[in-house]
């Protein structure tokens, strides 16, 4: 597993990340994910609320890329890995708990992601491997 660093986990924290996927027919898709979070040094993990394109993607075949920028500073990460959708267990649970809190929807599942590759995307090094597993 690729581990996060401090940065990448700010990163992650303060700004919008973008998710994308792939059909098993090669259509690609991509969207915000306003909840992503580290849920330690190499998972990411969001609520998939919608249960759209992305979740049939995800079931599919279980492959996520995620991106996140921060503009202002030039500085961003490309995060590629494999997913195991949550639902039903204790994972699940606990983000329904959250959202009652919170006044927000509940979440179909929970896609979490094991970090296999992170990529630097700073205009020096963009596309530049920083860890692979």
């Known amino acids: 597993m690729a581990v996060l660093t401090e940065e990448m986990k700010d990163l992650l924290r303060n700004q919008l990340a973008y998710v994308a996927t792939v ?15 580290a849920m330690d040094d190499s998972h990411l993990a969001y609520y998939e609320r919608t249960a759209g394109q992305t979740y049939r993607n ?3 075949n279980g492959r996520l890329v995620v991106c996140v920028v921060d503009y202002a500073h030039k500085k961003g990460y490309r995060f590629r890995g494999t997913v195991v959708l ?34 630097d995307l ?12």
Do not use: C, F
């Not at 700073?122 to 597993?133: K, L, R």
């Open 58 to 60: 995800l079931r599919a």
């Open 23 to 37: 059909s098993d027919e090669g259509i690609p898709d991509i969207g915000p994910k306003m909840s992503l979070y």
């Open 122 to 133: 700073s205009p020096a090094h963009a596309g530049q491997t920083v860890v692979e597993n």
């Open 86 to 119: 949550h639902e039903n267990d204790q994972i699940h649970a606990d983000a329904l708990a959250y959202a009652d809190e919170h006044g927000l929807k509940h979440p179909a599942v929970v896609p979490v992601m094991t970090i296999t590759q992170i990529e």
